[in-house]
Nanobody
Framework: VQLVESGGGSVQAGGSLRLSCAAS????????MGWYRQALGGKCELVSILAVDGYTYFSDSVKGRFTISRDNAKNTLYLQMNSLKSEDTALYYC??????WGQGTQVTVS
């Protein structure tokens, strides 16, 4: 199993970024997927979930600003982040429901 996040970077407050998570080594179209984040010195926080049945979850802190989607043909999970705030600064990870994690991609909002 491999999960590789990309798309992070530095952006000004109010800006947007789209994170991608390329998955391989498992049946991506049968997997519930999620995005997590961890700020420096902070605890790991669940940001969003996209289940196979279409169920979505967003934390209160990102609701209305972030959207989650997937392209099963490309085995890729996305997180569209709009209206970014400084408190969104963190290392963002994608993960499967059964506990596989990527290496993370850094998002810095100034």
């Amino acid at each position: 199993v491999q999960l590789v996040e990309s798309g992070g970077g530095s952006v000004q407050a109010g800006g947007s970024l789209r994170l991608s998570c390329a998955a391989s080594g498992f049946a991506f179209d049968d997997a519930d997927m999620g995005w997590y984040r961890q700020a420096l010195g902070g605890k790991c926080e669940l940001v969003s979930i996209l289940a196979v049945d279409g169920y979505t979850y967003f934390s209160d802190s990102v609701k209305g600003r972030f959207t989650i989607s997937r392209d099963n043909a490309k085995n890729t999970l996305y997180l569209q982040m709009n209206s970014l705030k400084s408190e969104d600064t963190a290392l963002y990870y994608c993960a499967t429901r059964v506990g596989h994690w990527g290496q993370g991609t850094q998002v810095t909002v100034s």
